[in-house]
């Protein structure tokens, strides 16, 4: 039996069903950003490309996680 996902990437399904694109899009749209805080970042997607900001903080957790 498989465990449940948690953390930030419990959004993705969601966020790929709401918005259209595989979150492997929004994180690169994350990396190629000039911006670095973690909440510029999630600004910046609200504002520019309309997420949530539950979907934003996810997307944004994640991907700076990952550049740890």
């Known amino acids: 039996m ?14 790929e069903r709401k918005y259209g694109r595989p979150v492997a899009e929004w994180q690169e749209l ?4 000039p911006l670095t805080r973690h909440m510029e970042l999630v600004a910046w997607l609200k504002a520019e490309h309309g997420l949530g900001h539950g979907h934003a903080n996810a997307l944004v957790a994640h991907t700076l996680a990952d550049r740890s």
């Open 2 to 15: 498989t465990q449940p996902v948690k953390g930030p990437a419990s959004y993705f399904p969601a966020i």
């Open 30 to 33: 994350v990396r190629a950003s």
